[in-house]
T-cell receptor, first 114, second 115 residues
């Protein structure tokens, strides 16, 4: 049973464009939603995270939009750069993020073309 | 500041064998979580340890086990290996549950191949 559904599976964007990755969750008890970035040969690294009490969070070129009623959240990468080419994972957990048992989406492989 | 260190980085085993993977968390981090990453299933939670106690466990068979030592270092063991156990095993450390949003810092993983 997949509790966090992520789309698309892969994404190709031109340099300078906007990359958008979407996730949907089922469990209304989830209250912490991080995004992780993974480069080949490396472990995932936290990019940005949001709690359901806000609808948007922005850090530099990365923005999370959160729709609690639709149980959906998305990652927007503005002015995408070739260095952003990586696999992105959305995740969710309960307990305000105090627990280490994240439920991950299956990932989106982003390629940014120069 | 050293990151999360996992050893070995690569290993090859045959079906029926067992394997032990090691994880040294970031200094000061007391919580360690383990994840299995495969192309088909993605990242799946195995278990979480804090202060030598298992706090949470994922939906994996009993062949998968772990432990945490008093210095917060952790090991996971997989017995009676099956072909489907071939995966990247990731360890993540964090300060612990009393620290609010628990930012997980992942190691580079141990890639296990079962032949």
């Amino acid at each position: 049973q997949q509790q966090v559904k992520q789309s698309p599976q892969s994404l190709i964007v031109q340099k300078g464009g906007i990359s958008i990755i979407n996730c949907a969750y089922e469990n209304t008890a989830f209250d912490y939603f991080p995004w992780y970035q993974q480069f080949p040969g490396k472990g995932p690294a936290l990019l940005i995270a949001i709690r359901p009490d806000v609808s948007e969070k922005k850090e530099g070129r990365f923005t999370i939009s959160f729709n609690k009623s639709a149980k959906q959240f998305s990652l927007h990468i503005m002015d995408s750069q070739p260095g952003d080419s990586a696999t992105y994972f959305c995740a969710a957990s309960r307990g305000g993020g105090s627990q280490g048992n994240l439920i991950f989406g299956k990932g989106t492989k982003l390629s940014v073309k120069p | 500041k050293a990151g999360v260190t996992q050893t070995p980085r690569y290993l090859i085993k045959t079906r029926g064998q067992q394997v032990t993977l090691s994880c040294s968390p970031i200094s000061g981090h007391r919580s360690v979580s383990w994840y299995q990453q495969t192309p088909g299933q993605g990242l799946q939670f195995l278990f979480e340890y804090f202060s030598e106690t298992q706090r949470n466990k994922g939906n994996f068979p009993g062949r998968f086990s772990g432990r945490q030592f008093s210095n917060s270092r952790s090991e996971m063991n997989v017995s009676t290996l099956e072909l489907g156990d071939s995966a990247l095993y990731l360890c993540a450390s964090s300060w612990g549950p009393s620290s609010g949003a628990n930012v997980l810092t992942f190691g580079a993983g141990s890639r296990l191949t079962v032949l």
